[in-house]
């Protein structure tokens, strides 16, 4: 007899003590590249009440200790949602929800718990867009009552899953401006602590060439949008210094010569779309830039 032979036989065995058959009174699941199990809603389909949910949860417990498995995840769909407290009385921990559903965990093992957070970082994405007249296209946001007065900020807003960031920033000056443009490079991005619910913020400035000039502003969105200039821009004093530090992240990318542009590579995983990197590489005129002024630098820049 083999050894996986006499290891089947033992936890047959312990599931003949448990009174489990066959397997058949154990919730079903999908076990992951870390020895855990994820039970989906469609392993939940043919439970037809709480009681028959607590017996099978209970007794796969027993069989899942028993085997050295890890990580328990559950994901309860809401119309399910009778089920929830039987797994918080058996252990389970809340780790994220959304709309349609709550996923809860349990760590088996004696040792501390490695699971791994959920997502805890919003992902914004602006677009810098400055014309051949060294302007730049600003807004002022309906919906930003948190400052005292209105700020000319730069179009943009939180990326939609599954789109890369020049997308998203394409994106938000099209809908909030009525401008289209091309990206050129991502110029710099911002990360700060505790900002929405205690989450991390990453924000992404992605530089644009602007494909048209009308402004068609989105009045739901937006009181306000005009080009400016970018000097008179950076030099008000009423700009914020976040954004007065990005304009200046242009000014210095066309004077050393120097920007992020993105290279996709194949996911490492079939079937899902490209990894996308960004890394440094040349910018816009470099010696020829050097003891210009910012207007003069900025106006000749190559986009």
Same mark, same amino acid.
């Given at each position: 007899? /083999? @050894?996986?032979?006499?290891?089947?036989? $033992?936890?047959? &065995?312990?599931?003949?003590? *448990? %009174?489990?058959?066959? #397997?058949?009174?154990?919730?079903? %699941?999908?076990?992951?590249?870390?020895?855990?199990?994820?039970?989906?809603?469609? #392993?939940?389909?043919?439970?037809?009440?709480?009681?028959?949910?607590? +017996?099978?949860?209970?007794?796969?417990?027993?069989?899942?200790?028993?085997?050295?498995?890890?990580?328990?995840?559950?994901?309860?769909?809401?119309?399910?949602?009778?089920?929830?407290?039987?797994?918080?009385?058996? =252990?389970?921990?809340?780790? #994220?929800?959304?709309?349609?559903?709550?996923?809860?965990? +349990?760590?088996?093992?004696?040792?501390?718990?490695?699971?791994?957070?959920? $997502?805890? #970082?919003?992902?914004?994405?602006? =677009?810098?867009?400055?014309?051949?007249?060294?302007?730049?296209?600003?807004?002022?946001?309906?919906?930003?009552?948190?400052?005292?007065?209105?700020?000319?900020?730069?179009?943009?807003?939180?990326?939609?899953?599954?789109?890369?960031?020049?997308?998203? $920033?394409?994106?938000?000056?099209?809908? @909030?401006? %009525?401008?289209?443009?091309?990206?050129?490079?991502?110029?710099?991005?911002?990360?700060?602590?505790?900002?929405?619910? =205690?989450?991390?913020?990453?924000?992404?400035?992605?530089?644009?060439?602007?494909?048209?000039?009308?402004? +068609?502003?989105?009045?739901?969105?937006?009181?306000?949008?005009?080009?400016?200039?970018?000097?008179?821009?950076?030099?008000?004093?009423?700009?914020?210094? /976040?954004?007065?530090?990005? $304009?200046?992240?242009?000014?210095?990318?066309?004077?050393?010569?120097?920007?992020?542009?993105?290279?996709?590579?194949?996911?490492?995983?079939?079937? *899902?779309?490209? &990894?996308?990197?960004?890394?440094?590489?040349?910018?816009?005129?470099?010696?020829?830039? +050097?003891? *210009?002024?910012? @207007? @003069? /630098? /900025?106006?000749?820049?190559?986009?």
């Amino acid at each position: 007899m /083999t @050894e996986s032979e006499t290891e089947a036989d $033992a936890v047959e &065995q312990f599931f003949k003590s *448990k %009174g489990v058959t066959d #397997h058949v009174d154990c919730l079903k %699941g999908d076990i992951d590249v870390f020895n855990g199990v994820t039970v989906r809603p469609k #392993h939940l389909m043919d439970i037809v009440d709480s009681d028959s949910f607590n +017996k099978r949860l209970i007794k796969s417990l027993d069989m899942w200790q028993h085997e050295g498995k890890r990580g328990i995840w559950i994901k309860i769909p809401i119309t399910q949602a009778d089920f929830i407290p039987i797994a918080a009385k058996l =252990g389970f921990e809340f780790h #994220h929800a959304k709309k349609d559903f709550v996923m809860m965990t +349990k760590w088996l093992p004696n040792e501390p718990n490695t699971l791994p957070n959920y $997502a805890h #970082h919003f992902v914004g994405v602006a =677009g810098l867009v400055i014309n051949e007249k060294n302007e730049v296209l600003v807004i002022q946001e309906r919906y930003l009552v948190s400052l005292k007065k209105p700020i000319w900020k730069f179009p943009g807003g939180l990326a939609d899953p599954g789109e890369n960031l020049q997308e998203t $920033a394409i994106r938000e000056v099209r809908e @909030e401006t %009525g401008i289209e443009t091309e990206f050129v490079s991502l110029l710099c991005f911002r990360h700060m602590h505790e900002v929405r619910w =205690g989450t991390e913020d990453l924000y992404f400035v992605c530089l644009l060439k602007p494909l048209s000039s009308e402004i +068609k502003m989105d009045d739901k969105e937006i009181t306000a949008c005009k080009w400016i200039n970018l000097e008179t821009y950076i030099s008000d004093p009423d700009t914020i210094s /976040t954004n007065r530090m990005i $304009a200046e992240s242009y000014i210095k990318s066309c004077k050393y010569g120097v920007t992020y542009t993105p290279i996709h590579y194949p996911h490492f995983l079939k079937n *899902k779309p490209d &990894q996308v990197f960004y890394s440094l590489s040349p910018f816009g005129p470099c010696e020829e830039s +050097k003891g *210009k002024t910012i @207007e @003069e /630098t /900025t106006v000749n820049h190559k986009l």
